[in-house]
């Protein structure tokens, strides 16, 4: 059965996707459009149940924008503490002097070393606020734009634990029932995004 409301314009016929009336050219307001997927929703049980999953999988990435959050403030304790022990062990040393051991690939002065010891909890505490940022933004553009939002999300959280396991192959086993249960509910966000689109595009060809 086809879906559709009465344009206010003209009392044309919007159906889902329209982004403008067929008949006066009026644009469809986000207003509509919610409604006409809600009536979607309510005559497709098949609907219903995709957007059950995307639902879930955009309230996922949300609680993943809290997570980068929480575990940033976590990290930086940690590495402020690592960083406050590595400092004590290179006081007295002459800051001119190179550091005896290559550092991330290169060689260093003491007093190059302790910089970047002292900057690495900040690093960390700004790299995820900013991860939770991008995925809030992530959030937020999932209103309008599902399927995008979902691939992006989905990319930057695989992203960002297969580079941490390259760097740190202990972070691997860290949270993993976390970041399975986050795989499967983006993963499937985005089939059933894609199954909403294909539902969507076989109501626009219904005579």
Do not use: Y
Request: net charge positive; glycine share 6%; with cysteine.
């Amino acid at each position: 059965m086809k879906v559709s409301i009465l344009c206010p314009a003209c009392s044309g016929a919007i159906v889902v996707g329209d982004k403008f009336c067929e008949k006066c050219g009026a644009k469809v307001t986000q207003e509509q459009e919610q409604v006409l997927r809600q009536r979607l929703e309510a005559s497709s049980g098949d609907m219903a149940e995709h957007m059950k999953h995307v639902n879930g999988a955009r309230s996922t990435i949300m609680v993943l924008a809290v997570m980068f959050v929480i575990g940033g403030v976590i990290m930086f304790f940690l590495a402020q503490g690592q960083a406050e022990k590595a400092l004590d062990n290179l006081r007295g040393l002459d800051g001119s002097m190179m550091f005896p051991e290559p550092v991330q690939g290169q060689t260093v002065t003491v007093a190059k070393l302790r910089e970047m010891v002292e900057a690495e909890p900040r690093q960390l505490l700004v790299l995820n606020i900013f991860l939770s940022a991008l995925m809030v933004g992530l959030w937020v553009w999932a209103k309008k734009s599902v399927l995008p939002a979902m691939l992006v999300a989905l990319a930057v959280f695989a992203t960002v634990h297969v580079a941490s396991a390259m760097v740190d192959p202990k972070t691997i086993a860290q949270g993993i029932f976390i970041k399975i249960f986050a795989t499967v509910a983006l993963i499937r966000g985005v089939r059933s995004a894609l199954a909403a689109r294909k539902i969507e595009a076989e109501q626009r060809s219904v005579a």
